[in-house]
């Protein structure tokens, strides 16, 4: 079942400031608790709040509806007085691309005119959907196209539950109202891989995640969603103890030097500080395992040394390896490891005796896959000597053309 999806609206700090400012309040993106709480301020009896609570809950997450006219259980009154106060309202789609391989790009404008990207990649037997946290991203990762975007701020929860709701709507994804849920589904996974990084905007994805993990809900059971850090060391605990999902660790190198260099965040949290936050992982959040990512550059991180390095640093944690071949943007200061290193590499990390699968990459001719998410507002705003000091590359040559030259694009 489609529906209408209304712009978003900013999630404020209180529910009475949201009143006062908004006049209606989103409902998409509150917890159960702050839900109640917010039906409580706007005239709903307590004694019955914990009902509405359940009923809204199972419209909005489980069977997908925007509209509280068509929510059948509820008298007709109390429809009308919450189409008065409050709305339920996502991001709005800019645009859709699908690639050849099935993976589909959504661009999605938020509050304040902001954009964010959401990948929606199909496999057999399964469907991931990968979100963004924050519009932008701090981290300046030289290898990642996404961060060469400034932050420009986080998402609040109702903006990352969107993602998935606003996927959902795409792909026909909802259950029908009062049927049993479906046990066979589009979306079945969820990956905090895209923008941003998710511990840095903790307190959203934590909230979004519960909401995510529901099940009166959208339930997704919590290894079905894997969250993706860069190495935010002082939230990784936390992340067990509130969180509770598969974790994936954005690593790419073996010492300190090179880290320092792909992942700036390093210099903050070297390697050593890193690993000792992982070893308690498996253990706190009940998972079986922890996801190194490792990006194959060529000549950078690829050796067979590297490899060695690696399962030696690693060396008491539950974990897999997943190599994953360099995807490539304009202006990018890397290329793609040879297919021959890649396995070189992949074999000598299977001996050691962790799994060690080479990802497909996905999306790359709509510039989805992994690194390539850059929102098309941002990137159009970049002059072509922007885009090359962002990647640490000399300035193109500035083209001058004659009056009579021919009118084609440049590059």
Not at 180 to 196: C, F, Y
Not at 319 to 326: D, H, Q, R, T
């Amino acid at each position: 079942m489609t529906h209408a999806a209304p712009p978003i609206t900013q999630d404020l700090l209180t529910v009475p400031r949201r009143l006062a400012e908004t006049g209606r309040a989103n409902l998409v993106g509150l917890t159960r608790d702050d839900l109640m709480a917010t039906l409580i301020a706007a005239g709903t009896p307590e004694r019955q709040a914990k009902m509405r609570v359940a009923q809204l809950w199972q419209w909005i997450y489980q069977w997908g509806v925007r509209d509280f006219a068509a929510m059948t259980n509820l008298s007709k009154a109390y429809r009308a007085q919450l189409a008065e106060a409050f709305e339920i309202a996502l991001p709005q789609v800019v645009r859709r691309e699908v690639s050849a391989d099935g993976t589909r790009k959504y661009l999605l404008r938020i509050a304040g005119g902001h954009e964010v990207e959401t990948v929606y990649i199909p496999e057999e037997g399964r469907g991931t959907l990968c979100l963004s946290s924050q519009i932008g991203c701090t981290l300046t990762c030289s290898f990642c196209h996404t961060g060469t975007q400034k932050l420009v701020r986080n998402l609040t929860s109702a903006e990352i539950v969107g993602q998935v709701m606003v996927a959902r709507d795409d792909l026909g994804d909802w259950p029908e109202p009062g049927k049993p849920k479906r046990e066979e589904r589009l979306i079945s996974n969820l990956v905090l891989m895209g923008m941003g990084e998710p511990l840095y905007n903790f307190e959203a994805v934590r909230d979004a995640m519960r909401i995510c993990m529901d099940g009166e809900g959208i339930a997704l059971g919590r290894r079905r969603i894997t969250l993706s850090t860069s190495g935010v060391v002082p939230e990784i605990g936390r992340t067990a103890r509130e969180i509770g999902c598969l974790l994936a660790v954005s690593f790419h190198a073996t010492t300190d030097a090179v880290r320092d260099r792909l992942v700036p965040i390093n210099r903050k949290w070297n390697i050593a500080a890193l690993l000792d936050s992982l070893r308690d992982y498996p253990r706190l959040s009940n998972s079986e395992r922890i996801t190194f990512e490792y990006v194959m550059l060529k000549g950078v991180n690829d050796s067979d040394a590297d490899a060695r390095r690696l399962v030696r640093l690693i060396a008491g944690i539950p974990a897999k390896i997943n190599l994953i071949p360099f995807n490539e943007w304009p202006g990018a200061p890397y290329e793609r490891s040879d297919w021959e290193r890649i396995e070189a590499f992949a074999d000598i990390v299977h001996k050691a005796g962790y799994a060690s699968p080479i990802r497909t990459p996905r999306g790359e001719d709509i510039m989805a896959a992994c690194g390539q998410l850059k929102s098309e507002t941002e990137r159009a705003r970049k002059t072509r000597a922007e885009v090359a000091a962002e990647a640490g590359l000399p300035a193109p040559p500035r083209v001058i053309r004659r009056p009579d030259a021919p009118d084609h694009p440049e590059g």
